[in-house]
């Protein structure tokens, strides 16, 4: 179990929760943008199908957990007079109290264990959901029925003389973990009933993880109570307490150890826990902000080009997502009309556009998401502190006096760990509700400083960065690009507005990159974006194709032993004698990526392009962030899996929103429409950079896509050649089989 891995990719889970890959038939009928279309399908299902249950796979144990402490003592406890709460002595609970709880700590036991055995497919949906809903249920109403009657009809008088006890208080807060997990159990089957996921749970490897180190480190951490107990002569409870403290590394002092034994169990026992402390935080962190922030990014980055979508259409500006036909040549009144007299480039250039506004629409989405993340986890911290302040105040009030100002000052040095010691809980109550109370406040601390790594730190950095360069460290842009950077985010965007974004992570991060042979090979065939503008595609010669060339018959007879790379090096060759031409007075300077302006001749020189670009691009999967690409290597790698960016019978307008079918899934290719309702049959389908179809709009990395399709591709041509020479091995056959009954016709 790699809990560690932050770059398992969620679409292991994705593909079974969503059924993207249900129907291979579809599929092999639309191999180039059967994407997968998870923003589609609404964010809640995942949290219904996926979240809840890992949830509850995970609290449900710390609610068994806090159910064996609510059974190992009496609820109830004297204090005798001229003593302290410190002093108090057990009051022996009625058996029927104690034969109840134990049967719900039975009932839950068993409710929690055909949760995990469904959750590892040895058990059916059908059977153990049913069993494990009705067992928290019946947990949790049992445990409400015991604290009521406690609260009430057990309660002893004179009552400023009797206290709860902290088992009294781990009964209550295991009631309410109960039904919370037994609640999002409901709706995760009312989900699969309704046929808004599959009856069977699909959990990574790391969901799986953090329930088995959830479970393992509540019960290190309660038989560790227990072996402390015995040596140090505490209660038990206590006991629970001075673990939580320690192994959460809090170290208030209050409950301290005095003998040899104890002190030299205490350094394995806090090796040993604290570092599966770190690898159940460990997990929540990877869950959270990398397995859920890719659901999460998808469906943000498909309102996000709803909205862009429907707001653009609103305006004049809307034509510019519709394809150039050739009628179409006086469609920008901008431009120069004897440069579009050929539609090919004239929707090259659009295409270009459009790929850039779509890069914009991911950066504001993923900005967003970030800035959203970091609002929820300071929100969280916060109502944990402040309530939680609330509550040690109100608990401790009677016993110590203290205000509210005392229980913000001692959660805050209890959630950061630093853990003074100079005021401590000693009330049932508060020692009970700090075990319950770090189990959430410090793995929600730790969530918050991940996600301030990705907003303030990363502001703070940048800005440290982006001042250096316009001062004293000039960057590799230039002094006069920095200065023009800087007023551009100063102002906003309102001054020098960058028309393109960084396709590589800015500030340190990009910086960092390791620098790859092919790297500086593409500084050194940089060619601009402006090479898809009419003018480059107008002074690009005669030799560049006006139409995407269909990979070669392999009855041409050409051969095949060209050099891969010579392919790439003609076409770049050819580019760059245009890129010395651009350069002359007049023109404008270039930089960027190329276009290949042609396919190889043959068909097993296109396999060898194929078989080496997957080389290249199995290297991108390597790059933390992952690696984006221009819109010149998308133009290249569509074009060898068949679609040709300047054709714009293969484009179209996108829509604003795309229309769910009646069940409200995600629709569907048929066979004579595609997913938007244009025809496609055998032929491709329309898309649009900015529409849902948008290979920018797959939850899996740009590298992971790009290498997908052109596996696929090269799987198509080989597939090609073994029904061909199964065939031709069919045809020998039956002419030999022929061959042999005539001669043994003549021989008879």
């Given at each position: 179990m790699e809990d560690a891995d932050l770059n398992e990719n969620i679409a292991e889970h994705t593909e079974v929760v969503d059924n993207v890959h249900g129907n291979k038939d579809q599929e092999e009928a639309h191999p180039v943008f059967h994407a997968q279309e998870v923003h589609l399908d609404r964010t809640r299902w995942w949290f219904a199908s996926a979240a809840f249950p890992m949830v509850a796979g995970t609290l449900g144990p710390v609610a068994s957990a806090f159910s064996i402490c609510a059974l190992v003592k009496p609820w109830r406890q004297r204090i005798p007079p001229g003593s302290d709460v410190t002093k108090a002595v057990f009051i022996h609970d009625p058996s029927w109290l104690v034969a109840i709880n134990a049967v719900q700590l039975a009932i839950a036991v068993i409710a929690n264990c055909?949760?995990?055995?469904?959750?590892?497919?040895?058990?059916?949906?059908?059977?153990?959901?049913?069993?494990?809903?009705?067992?928290?249920?019946?947990?949790?109403?049992?445990?409400?029925?015991?604290?009521?009657?406690?609260?009430?009809?057990?309660?002893?008088?004179?009552?400023?003389?009797?206290?709860?006890?902290?088992?009294?208080?781990?009964?209550?807060?295991?009631?309410?973990?109960?039904?919370?997990?037994?609640?999002?159990?409901?709706?995760?089957?009312?989900?699969?009933?309704?046929?808004?996921?599959?009856?069977?749970?699909?959990?990574?490897?790391?969901?799986?993880?953090?329930?088995?180190?959830?479970?393992?480190?509540?019960?290190?951490?309660?038989?560790?109570?227990?072996?402390f107990s015995h040596v140090e002569n505490w209660l038990y409870l206590d006991a629970v307490y001075w673990a939580d403290v320690t192994l959460f590394t809090v170290g208030l002092g209050d409950v301290s150890l005095e003998t040899k034994l104890g002190r030299g169990l205490m350094i394995p026992y806090a090796l040993i826990g604290i570092t599966t402390l770190g690898l159940v935080i460990g997990s929540i962190r990877s869950l959270m902000l990398d397995r859920g922030k890719d659901r999460l990014d998808a469906r943000m980055l498909e309102k996000k080009r709803r909205r862009f979508v429907r707001r653009l259409m609103r305006t004049s500006e809307g034509d510019v997502l519709k394809p150039i036909e050739e009628k179409d040549a006086d469609y920008y009144p901008d431009w120069n009309h004897d440069a579009l007299q050929k539609s090919p480039k004239a929707e090259l250039q659009r295409r270009h556009n459009e790929f850039h506004l779509m890069r914009k629409i991911q950066d504001q989405a993923s900005r967003k998401r970030r800035w959203m993340a970091m609002g929820v986890s300071t929100s969280s911290w916060a109502v944990l502190w402040l309530v939680g302040a609330k509550i040690f105040q109100e608990c401790e009030a009677p016993y110590q006096h203290w205000s509210y100002f005392d229980g913000i000052y001692f959660s805050f040095q209890a959630m950061t760990t630093i853990g003074y010691g100079d005021i401590t809980p000693v009330s049932n109550s508060a020692k009970a509700f700090f075990v319950f109370w770090s189990l959430l406040a410090l793995p929600t601390l730790t969530v918050l400083i991940s996600n301030a790594g990705d907003t303030v730190v990363k502001g703070i950095r940048d800005a440290t960065v982006l001042l250096g360069n316009i001062t004293i460290l000039p960057g590799e842009r230039g002094y006069k690009m920095d200065i023009k950077h800087f007023l551009s985010k100063l102002s906003f965007g309102v001054l020098f507005a960058e028309e393109t974004i960084h396709e590589s992570p800015p500030g340190f991060l990009g910086a960092a990159q390791p620098r790859s042979d092919r790297d500086e090979k593409n500084e050194e065939e940089s060619i601009d974006d402006e090479l898809c503008s009419p003018e480059s595609q107008?002074?690009?010669?005669?030799?560049?194709?006006?139409?995407?060339?269909?990979?070669?018959?392999?009855?041409?007879?050409?051969?095949?032993?060209?050099?891969?790379?010579?392919?790439?090096?003609?076409?770049?060759?050819?580019?760059?004698?245009?890129?010395?031409?651009?350069?002359?007075?007049?023109?404008?300077?270039?930089?960027?990526?190329?276009?290949?302006?042609?396919?190889?001749?043959?068909?097993?020189?296109?396999?060898?392009?194929?078989?080496?670009?997957?080389?290249?691009?199995?290297?991108?999967?390597?790059?933390?962030?992952?690696?984006?690409?221009?819109?010149?290597?998308?133009?290249?790698?569509?074009?060898?899996?068949?679609?040709?960016?300047?054709?714009?019978?293969?484009?179209?307008?996108?829509?604003?929103?795309?229309?769910?079918?009646?069940?409200?899934?995600?629709?569907?290719?048929?066979?004579?429409?595609?997913?938007?309702?244009?025809?496609?049959?055998?032929?491709?389908?329309?898309?649009?950079?900015?529409?849902?179809?948008?290979?920018?709009?797959?939850?899996?990395?740009?590298?992971?896509?790009?290498?997908?399709?052109?596996?696929?591709?090269?799987?198509?041509?080989?597939?090609?050649?073994?029904e061909e020479y199964e065939g031709e091995e069919g045809v020998r056959n039956a002419g030999e089989m022929e061959e042999h009954c005539h001669d043994v016709k003549n021989a008879v």
């Open positions: 055909f949760l995990l055995l469904n959750m590892t497919k040895r058990v059916r949906f059908s059977i153990a959901q049913p069993i494990t809903i009705v067992g928290w249920y019946i947990s949790s109403i049992l445990l409400i029925a015991l604290c009521a009657t406690a609260g009430g009809p057990l309660l002893l008088q004179p009552e400023i003389e009797h206290v709860w006890s902290q088992a009294f208080y781990y009964g209550l807060f295991a009631a309410v973990l109960y039904f919370i997990v037994a609640s999002l159990m409901v709706i995760t089957v009312w989900g699969a009933q309704a046929g808004h996921y599959p009856h069977h749970f699909e959990l990574t490897m790391s969901q799986r993880t953090l329930m088995l180190q959830t479970i393992a480190f509540l019960t290190y951490l309660l038989l560790g109570a227990l072996v107008e002074n690009a010669g005669e030799n560049a194709p006006s139409e995407p060339r269909a990979p070669p018959d392999p009855s041409s007879g050409q051969s095949s032993g060209a050099n891969v790379r010579n392919i790439r090096k003609s076409a770049l060759s050819k580019l760059k004698g245009i890129k010395d031409k651009t350069k002359q007075p007049g023109t404008r300077g270039i930089s960027g990526g190329h276009i290949p302006d042609e396919l190889p001749k043959t068909r097993a020189e296109y396999r060898l392009v194929l078989i080496d670009e997957i080389r290249r691009i199995s290297q991108d999967l390597q790059h933390t962030p992952p690696r984006k690409y221009t819109y010149q290597e998308w133009a290249w790698y569509l074009r060898l899996i068949g679609e040709d960016e300047s054709d714009p019978s293969t484009h179209r307008k996108p829509p604003a929103k795309p229309h769910p079918t009646s069940d409200g899934k995600a629709p569907q290719p048929t066979e004579k429409h595609g997913t938007d309702g244009i025809k496609s049959g055998n032929e491709q389908e329309q898309w649009s950079w900015v529409g849902h179809l948008s290979p920018l709009m797959d939850t899996r990395d740009e590298a992971e896509w790009i290498l997908d399709k052109l596996s696929q591709k090269l799987r198509q041509e080989l597939q090609g050649d073994v």
